[in-house]
């Protein structure tokens, strides 16, 4: 569903829960509770919530067959384990690489996210926004 207000497109590894090591499970990470319990909270009073993810891209070569069959299943089930609530899962965003990086102009880190009011996020993307 499109809607124009009052949405947060969210990642996962490194946002919801740290990034996966070497000989981790991803059923065993844990969730950063305190973004789990804002997500939540903004999701009780309206907000869309789309989470948005990377995760298998690199291991499946970008086959989106194959992380719908392989991961997907493992992340609703650890998603529901944890109570993160969310409207939408869109997978295989595309993988920057270790050296690359996500840039957009509505983007905002999860520190700030948990340290700064809607109102102020507003304004750090407005800051650097071409208007």
Not at 17 to 39: A, F, H, Q, T
Not at 60 to 67: F, P
Not at 80 to 86: A, I, L, P
Request: hydrophobic share 35%; with cysteine.
């Amino acid at each position: 569903m499109i809607q124009d207000r009052q949405v947060l497109v969210v990642d996962i590894d490194g946002t919801l829960c740290p990034i996966k090591r070497s000989g981790e499970d991803y059923r065993d990470l844990p969730v950063d509770v305190e973004m789990r319990d804002r997500l939540n909270a903004l999701r009780a009073s309206g907000w869309r919530i789309i989470l948005s993810s990377a995760r298998g891209m690199r291991s499946h070569d970008g086959n989106a067959g194959e992380i719908l069959r392989n991961v997907f299943p493992t992340l609703v089930e650890w998603l529901k384990h944890h109570e993160v609530g969310y409207d939408e899962i869109w997978m295989a965003k595309p993988w920057p690489g270790h050296d690359g990086f996500y840039i957009d102009d509505r983007t905002v880190r999860p520190r700030e996210f948990l340290t700064h009011s809607i109102e102020e996020l507003q304004a750090i993307c407005d800051r650097d926004r071409n208007i």
